[in-house]
């Protein structure tokens, strides 16, 4: 099926990448850019500035956009704590969803989007990592029986960048980071992921993607966490009371048990962006997976300190994930990683943030 898909983009404000990776696929056609009027005028300067390069309206009225200009599909990505609002929105204009991470900020938002997807009848993807090329051959290597039946698996998902002044350096008498104004700033490097007004751990703005990656490899719930979590690298986290460091135990279904270790470790940790990788043990054998491979290594006189040195290739995880999309809605099917399943992760985040106050073995409800 050839047929195109007109995309509204439902704020800009957290990642454009998300719209530029539908975008990337020639079935999809960006055609407004859309806010509710009360936000912000920085959030209306952001959205102003991706509509300006996109050579497309911006429009200050959610309802009315996707009434008046023909959209398909919602492209999602504002602050955090507004996702579910503009997810179920869209939902209930008919439209098909593509959704930032993470899902939800609480459990009654997280409840809600799944009963407006499931109501009208759409379909839903959240952006993620799953057709990375290393994580596609797992998946082949498991599938075949390579390694026998999995009995656990591991993952290491840790992101080297920076964000904002290391622990530590507060000076006595200077007031708290404030969160949002902390990440408004970040923007310019990109190191605004966990943008809202709530400030936001590394387990909730970045356990979709290993916990994403687990699902996928096993196809297996997780049943009960146990979590540990720690301020150790930046002062912002720490001011806000949110980790930039955790480690989670998972039992899932069919006895299976798995594991992964999250963080924000610093730019200066690593040469590449930071170390991403899936151990995986089966009955008969075990693969090690590097997310990052395939890659090829540059170095050159008066390379900038910030430039990495590593660089991916044969990486289509972008177009794969805007091509399953618009598969799923031409088969009236499911994403690869959708709502339900999206769901499932936050409440997997949700039990080992629980864990992670409490000391405590919890239950993913």
């Given at each position: 099926m050839t047929r195109k898909f007109r995309c509204a983009v439902l704020s800009v404000v957290k990642h454009d990448y998300v719209a530029r990776g539908v975008m990337s696929h020639p079935r999809f056609e960006l055609v407004v850019v859309v806010d509710d009027p009360h936000v912000p005028q920085w959030t209306h300067e952001r959205n102003q500035q991706f509509a300006d390069a996109n050579r497309v309206p911006y429009v200050r009225d959610v309802e009315r956009a996707l009434r008046e200009f023909d959209v398909q599909v919602a492209i999602v990505s504002p602050e955090a704590e507004r996702h579910t609002?503009?997810?179920?929105?869209?939902?209930?204009?008919?439209?098909?969803?593509?959704?930032?991470?993470?899902?939800?900020t609480r459990r009654a938002d997280a409840d809600a989007v799944v009963a407006a997807v499931a109501s009208a009848g759409v379909r839903f993807l959240m952006?993620?990592?799953?057709?990375?090329?290393?994580?596609?051959?797992?998946?082949?290597?498991?599938?075949?029986?390579?390694?026998?039946?999995?009995?656990?698996?591991?993952?290491?998902?840790?992101f080297a960048k920076d964000a904002g002044p290391v622990t530590g350096s507060r000076q006595p008498g200077y007031p708290p980071i404030d969160w949002q104004v902390h990440q408004i700033a970040a923007h310019v490097d990109g190191a605004d992921g966990s943008l809202g007004r709530e400030p936001m751990g590394e387990l909730a703005c970045e356990g979709i993607y290993p916990l994403g990656y687990i699902r996928l490899l096993t196809g297996a719930n997780v049943r009960r966490v146990f979590a540990r979590s720690a301020a150790f690298f930046h002062q912002a986290h720490a001011d806000n009371g949110v980790e930039d460091l955790a480690s989670v135990t998972l039992e899932l279904d069919g006895g299976l048990i798995g594991s992964l270790a999250i963080g924000r470790i610093g730019l200066a940790s690593h040469p590449s962006g930071g170390d991403?990788?899936?151990?995986?043990?089966?009955?008969?054998?075990?693969?090690?997976?590097?997310?990052?491979?395939?890659?090829?290594?540059?170095?050159?006189?008066?390379?900038?300190?910030?430039?990495?040195?590593?660089?991916?290739?044969?990486?289509?995880?972008?177009?794969?994930?805007?091509?399953?999309?618009?598969?799923?809605?031409?088969?009236?099917?499911?994403?690869?990683?959708?709502?339900?399943?999206?769901?499932?992760?936050?409440?997997?985040?949700?039990?080992?943030?629980?864990?992670?106050?409490?000391?405590d073995v919890v239950e993913v409800r």
């Open positions: 609002s503009m997810s179920i929105r869209a939902a209930r204009a008919g439209k098909h969803i593509v959704q930032d991470k993470p899902l939800a952006w993620n990592r799953n057709f990375m090329p290393a994580v596609l051959h797992a998946r082949e290597q498991v599938a075949a029986g390579a390694i026998g039946a999995p009995r656990a698996i591991h993952a290491d998902f840790y991403i990788k899936l151990h995986i043990v089966g009955t008969a054998g075990a693969l090690v997976v590097d997310e990052s491979r395939p890659a090829v290594g540059i170095y050159y006189k008066n390379q900038p300190p910030k430039e990495s040195r590593q660089r991916r290739v044969a990486g289509e995880n972008d177009f794969l994930l805007a091509d399953d999309f618009a598969r799923a809605i031409d088969e009236n099917r499911d994403t690869i990683l959708g709502v339900r399943a999206s769901h499932a992760i936050f409440a997997t985040v949700e039990a080992a943030l629980e864990s992670c106050r409490t000391g």
